[in-house]
């Protein structure tokens, strides 16, 4: 079955910009969560989405937000984006979030910001 | 508070054994995870342990959990050179009703001949 899928994978914006990211997690899983991994932070929880509900979140700004939507697609956004915003952005997907087993990742969005 | 604490750096050799170590603080986790990530890719789960088992193995890998010392291991045996990528520890933490992952920083592994 196809995996976690993360779109793009490669992303340059300006300062002050704002940005959307998405996920298609693996067909039937209704889990998503965000994570950002920076050299200096390592890698960070921003927010889980299931049944198109956020139901956890992260120590991160409001400019950080999300949303799923009913096929379980989820997207993400970062508005005013800042040089600090600059990181891989990972998207994982699961049945429910809280079964046995581990997370599947995407292989992530590559965010620069100039 | 939460928090997952590995070295940063292994050089083995290669058909040597790999053992990373990690240590984490939230005694409430319930699963305790080793993910795998090579240049330019995502995480890969390589496996995961539930909190009341002392070992798993699955093929070359081997998990060891001390949940007294809150201390937990993976061994690769007969390692390879493309076993080189950086190795994550992650807690499964149940914080506000709901699970999320809290990652180690990584280490290194790095296979020579």
């Known amino acids: 079955k196809a995996g976690v899928t993360q779109t793009p994978r490669y992303l340059i914006k300006t300062r002050g910009q704002q940005v959307t990211l998405s996920c298609s997690p693996i067909?039937?899983?209704?889990?998503v969560s965000w994570y950002q991994q920076t050299p200096g932070q390592g890698l960070q929880f921003l927010f889980e989405?299931?049944?198109?509900?956020?139901?956890n979140k992260g120590n991160f700004p409001g400019r950080f937000s999300g949303r799923q939507f009913s096929n379980s697609r989820s997207e993400m956004n970062v508005s005013t984006l800042e040089l600090g915003d600059s990181a891989l952005y990972l998207c994982?997907?699961?049945?429910?979030?809280?079964?046995?087993?581990?997370?599947?990742f995407g292989s992530g969005t590559r965010l620069t910001v100039v | 508070g939460e928090d997952v604490e590995q070295s940063l750096f292994l050089s083995v050799r290669e058909g040597d054994s790999s053992v990373i170590n990690c240590t984490y603080t939230?005694?409430?986790?319930?699963?305790l995870y080793w993910y795998k990530q090579e240049p330019g890719a995502g995480l890969q789960l390589l496996t995961y342990?539930?909190?009341?088992?002392d070992m798993k193995q699955d093929q070359r890998l081997t998990v060891l959990l001390n949940k007294k010392d809150k201390h937990l291991s993976l061994r690769i045996a007969d390692t390879q050179t493309g076993d080189s990528a950086i190795y994550f520890c992650?807690?499964?933490?149940?914080?506000?009703?709901?699970?999320?992952?809290?990652f180690g920083a990584g280490t290194r592994l790095a296979v020579h001949p």
């Open positions: 067909s039937g899983h209704r889990s």
């Open positions: 994982a997907s699961s049945l429910a979030g809280r079964e046995m087993g581990g997370y599947t």
């Open positions: 342990i539930f909190s009341n088992m």
């Open positions: 989405y299931f049944s198109e509900t956020q139901r």
């Open positions: 939230d005694s409430s986790s319930t699963y």
């Open positions: 992650a807690e499964r933490s149940f914080s506000g009703g709901y699970n999320k992952l809290i």
